[in-house]
């Protein structure tokens, strides 16, 4: 469990930053107030506490925010994590742009103790969606998860997506909505999209809602499978099997799951009620199988 110990944010840039202990991360932007904020890949900047701990017992003395960094944390190592890796803290979501950054030779902190730690343990990250962040609150290393809606009338604007905010709402901590689309019912494009939240996105899981039933245009089941590398039958087959425990219907729902490369990719039904269900299946299970596709089941998996 890691934990939010410093807010940093600096009104110009080429300034310390301050700890002002709450702040609110806006999407695609960054911290609001802060001068490094805005439309790039280095958004916000993170580093790990204890790193700083240890500078300081060189003698640097520095204080929060010293380094320009905006969040300070203890209980990760984010120099450790690769590029991609994404970050939950609350509603707030970013993911890691970039690790390390080249030292201004004019930096204060290296003219007084001969070194800086920003190069190597400072890293940067992008704001995939906003909220608040204040220190004490916990902060976790997170499945990158993709929510695809399937609905020609939402697509339109003609009808809310609740199926796919309900989504949202009921995945853990440890997953981190980062991704989000609502699309019409379209062969073509869902598999598009989903062949780029695959390969180019590195989504860890993809959960589609919408589109698995006996309509001509319930697509999704089909579009899933022309891009599939492997199967993975037993999530759906132990949805339609707790869902005939409640209705009989449940037989007719064509939802599939498979994998793509590392990612697993599961379809929903279009209901919100639907949705709430089948999720109770499988979210507290497929964690084993997200860490296999990573490698990292048996060995300290960082999703949980």
């Given at each position: 469990?890691?934990?939010?110990?410093?807010?940093?944010?600096?009104?110009?840039k080429?300034t310390e930053k301050?700890?002002?202990?709450?702040?609110?991360?806006?999407?695609?932007?960054?911290?609001k107030d802060?001068a490094h904020?805005?439309?790039?890949?280095?958004?916000?900047?993170?580093?790990?506490?204890?790193k700083?701990e240890?500078?300081n017992k060189k003698?640097?003395?520095?204080?929060d925010?010293?380094?320009g960094?905006?969040l300070?944390?203890?209980?990760?190592?984010?120099?450790?994590?690769?590029v991609g890796?994404?970050?939950?803290?609350?509603d707030?979501?970013?993911?890691?742009t970039?690790?390390?950054?080249?030292?201004?030779h004019?930096?204060?902190i290296?003219?007084?103790v001969g070194?800086c730690i920003?190069p190597k343990?400072?890293v940067?990250?992008k704001?995939?969606?906003g909220?608040?962040?204040?220190?004490?609150m916990?902060?976790?290393?997170?499945?990158k998860?993709?929510?695809?809606t399937?609905s020609?009338?939402?697509s339109m604007g003609e009808?809310?997506?609740?199926?796919g905010?309900k989504i949202?709402?009921l995945l853990?901590?440890?997953?981190?909505p980062?991704?989000y689309?609502l699309l019409?019912?379209d062969?073509?494009?869902?598999?598009?999209t989903?062949?780029?939240l695959c390969?180019?996105?590195?989504?860890?899981?993809?959960?589609t809602t919408?589109?698995?039933?006996?309509s001509p245009?319930?697509?999704?089941p089909?579009?899933?499978?022309?891009?599939a590398d492997?199967?993975?039958?037993?999530?759906?087959e132990?949805?339609?099997?707790?869902?005939?425990?409640?209705?009989?219907?449940?037989?007719l729902?064509?939802?599939?799951s498979?994998?793509?490369g590392?990612?697993l990719?599961?379809n929903l039904?279009?209901?919100?009620?639907?949705?709430t269900?089948s999720?109770?299946?499988f979210?507290?299970?497929?964690s084993?199988?997200?860490?296999?596709?990573?490698n990292?089941?048996?060995?300290?998996?960082?999703y949980?």
């Amino acid at each position: 469990m890691a934990t939010v110990t410093a807010v940093c944010i600096s009104p110009k840039k080429g300034t310390e930053k301050v700890n002002v202990k709450h702040g609110t991360l806006i999407e695609n932007w960054g911290l609001k107030d802060d001068a490094h904020a805005g439309n790039w890949h280095r958004q916000i900047s993170l580093l790990s506490a204890d790193k700083v701990e240890e500078f300081n017992k060189k003698g640097a003395n520095v204080t929060d925010g010293a380094f320009g960094e905006n969040l300070l944390v203890d209980g990760i190592d984010f120099a450790k994590l690769p590029v991609g890796t994404c970050l939950r803290c609350g509603d707030a979501v970013l993911e890691i742009t970039q690790i390390g950054k080249e030292c201004h030779h004019d930096c204060a902190i290296r003219q007084r103790v001969g070194d800086c730690i920003m190069p190597k343990q400072g890293v940067f990250a992008k704001v995939l969606r906003g909220g608040e962040i204040s220190v004490g609150m916990q902060m976790h290393i997170a499945y990158k998860v993709a929510i695809i809606t399937l609905s020609d009338k939402g697509s339109m604007g003609e009808r809310e997506d609740i199926s796919g905010k309900k989504i949202a709402e009921l995945l853990p901590q440890n997953y981190a909505p980062a991704v989000y689309k609502l699309l019409p019912d379209d062969r073509a494009l869902l598999e598009s999209t989903l062949i780029n939240l695959c390969d180019n996105e590195h989504c860890d899981l993809i959960l589609t809602t919408g589109g698995t039933g006996f309509s001509p245009r319930d697509i999704t089941p089909e579009a899933t499978l022309a891009v599939a590398d492997r199967n993975a039958f037993g999530i759906a087959e132990a949805i339609r099997a707790e869902s005939m425990k409640i209705t009989k219907r449940a037989m007719l729902s064509r939802g599939v799951s498979v994998i793509r490369g590392n990612t697993l990719i599961i379809n929903l039904a279009g209901s919100p009620k639907a949705v709430t269900e089948s999720m109770a299946v499988f979210m507290d299970t497929i964690s084993h199988g997200l860490n296999l596709l990573h490698n990292t089941d048996g060995e300290c998996a960082v999703y949980n």
